[in-house]
Each structure stands twice: as structure tokens, then as C-alpha cells.
Nanobody, 123 residues
Framework: QVQLVESGGGLVQVGGSLRLSCATS????????MGWFRQAPGKQRELVAT???????NTADSVKGRFTISRDNAKNTVYLQMNSLKPEDTAVYYC?????????????????WGQGTLVTVSS
């Protein structure tokens, strides 16, 4: 069974920084992409940033220039460096991984979500 273990959330003041980490537990045959999504109270979950195994990134306009996603392929770990945090960044941040796993003699695509980590930015 593949799981994602997130860490790094917490309380920070406006303008501060946090670094989120997400490590995979279990064995993916391969990981196509990993990323971060967030959900603020009363709002839908939205994409923050994603990164492929080749290093291609996609970042939401709302966080461009402030957040940076990176990945350690050897450790199957993804990071989100968040700088210049704003109150509107307050949300539960979820890690996501899309890849494939071996099932019996076959291969199956799998998408996994982390349990979420709360980021609170106080003004």
C-alpha cells in the first residue's frame, strides 16, 4: 500500500516562510507527477503546484513568485517552499502523487492523496 506522509505545516505570520515536505511510503513502480493542492474553509480544493518526474512544473498564478515546488526523485519526496505568505494562503495543504504500481503480474495506475497539513497565516 502506498501512502503519502506530509510535514511542515503550522502557524506563521504574514510575510513569513514555511517548507512543506511529502514523502512516499510504500513502493510506486514509477511516479509520473507529484504536487500540492490546498483547500481553504468553505472553498473547493485547488491546485497549488505540480512537478513531473522530468522536472516540469505547473504553478498557480496566485502563488507564482512566492512558492517553489521541487522534487527529490531518489527519495520520492516533493517539497513546497512557501515565502511571503499571505492570510489568503491559509488552508489545508494536500500532497498528491500519480504513478503506477505492480499488481500481481500487471501494472496499475494509482493516484494517492496525503492526509493534509494545516497552514495558518496570521496577520
Amino acid at each position: 500500500q502506498v501512502q503519502l506522509v506530509e510535514s511542515g505545516g503550522g502557524l506563521v505570520q504574514v510575510g513569513g516562510s514555511l517548507r512543506l515536505s511529502c514523502a512516499t511510503s510504500g513502493t510506486f513502480r514509477s511516479i509520473y507527477a507529484m504536487g500540492w493542492f490546498r483547500q481553504a474553509p468553505g472553498k473547493q480544493r485547488e491546485l497549488v503546484a505540480t512537478i513531473t518526474s522530468g522536472g516540469n512544473t505547473n504553478t498557480a498564478d496566485s502563488v507564482k513568485g512566492r512558492f517553489t515546488i521541487s522534487r527529490d526523485n531518489a527519495k520520492n519526496t516533493v517539497y513546497l517552499q512557501m515565502n511571503s505568505l499571505k492570510p489568503e494562503d491559509t488552508a489545508v495543504y494536500y500532497c498528491n502523487a500519480q504513478g503506477s504500481v505492480v499488481v500481481g503480474i500487471g501494472i496499475k495506475d494509482l493516484e494517492v492523496w496525503g492526509q493534509g497539513t494545516l497552514v495558518t497565516v496570521s496577520s
